[in-house]
Nanobody
Framework: QVQLVESGGGLVQPGGSLRLSCTTSGIIFSIYTMGWYRQAPGKQRELVAGITSSGRTNYADSVKGRFTISRDNAKNTVYLQMNSLQPEDTAVYYC????????WGQGTQVTVSS
């Protein structure tokens, strides 16, 4: 059974940091392209950051220089380090695994507010 489980979300003040984790099971993690997406209320889900099996990364313009995606193939886990968080970063963040099939996690809420 394929599972993606996100953790690390929460409430943070503007300017703060959070680290999201997504631990996978049931897939050969190392061959998958992994991504973090987010969906704010009333908006479409959007790609935040992605990392290929070879470690190549890409980011949405809105998070470049603030967010960093990384992966640990030994732990079957992908991370999203989020720094300098702003209220507009508030959303449900979803982990995605893609290789032949497309798999989603259940999401974790990130709220940036003072």
């Amino acid at each position: 059974q394929v599972q993606l489980v996100e953790s690390g979300g929460g409430l943070v003040q503007p300017g703060g940091s959070l680290r999201l984790s997504c631990t996978t099971s049931g897939i050969i993690f190392s061959i998958y392209t992994m991504g973090w997406y987010r969906q704010a209320p009333g908006k479409q889900r959007e790609l935040v950051a992605g990392i290929t099996s070879s470690g190549r990364t890409n980011y949405a313009d809105s998070v470049k220089g603030r967010f960093t995606i990384s992966r640990d193939n030994a732990k079957n886990t992908v991370y999203l380090q989020m720094n300098s968080l702003q209220p507009e970063d508030t959303a449900v963040y979803y982990c995605n695994a893609n290789y032949m099939i497309n798999v989603w996690g259940q999401g974790t809420q990130v709220t940036v507010s003072s």
